[in-house]
Nanobody
Framework: QVHLEESGGGSVQPGGSLTLSCAPSESWYSSYCMAWFRQAPGKEREAVAGAYTGGIYYADSVKGRFTASQDNAKKTLALQMNNLRPEDNGTYYC?????????????????????WGEGVLVTISS
């Protein structure tokens, strides 16, 4: 069982920033793909950022405000969130799935993830 260690959630005012971090407790596979999801109260969970081979996906609602960065050596995925808005409220989850022959195809976040973190709460309120 792989444990994903998330950190960085909290409460900020609109326009503020937070940085989320995610790291697996162990190197569970020779190649794995990571993504960040969020779930707002009363809404379905959605992918907000996914690191695929050759690029990073961002949901339209966070483009230009969120930046994901992957440390391939440490196998971590951070999410820098700037200019936070009330609609960014929710629980943010890190998730991972085994890569296919060392390759993370674009869109992997839509086809099921193998392991999920427990989630960190992000609250934007004035």
């Amino acid at each position: 069982q792989v444990h994903l260690e998330e950190s960085g959630g909290g409460s900020v005012q609109p326009g503020g920033s937070l940085t989320l971090s995610c790291a697996p407790s162990e190197s569970w596979y020779s190649s794995y793909c990571m993504a960040w999801f969020r779930q707002a109260p009363g809404k379905e969970r959605e992918a907000v950022a996914g690191a695929y081979t050759g690029g990073i996906y961002y949901a339209d609602s966070v483009k230009g405000r969120f930046t994901a960065s992957q440390d391939n050596a440490k196998k971590t995925l951070a999410l820098q969130m700037n200019n936070l808005r009330p609609e960014d409220n929710g629980t943010y989850y890190c998730a991972t799935v085994a890569g296919r022959s060392g390759y993370c195809f674009e869109g992997f976040w839509n086809y099921g993830m193998d392991y999920w973190g427990e989630g960190v709460l992000v609250t934007i309120s004035s």
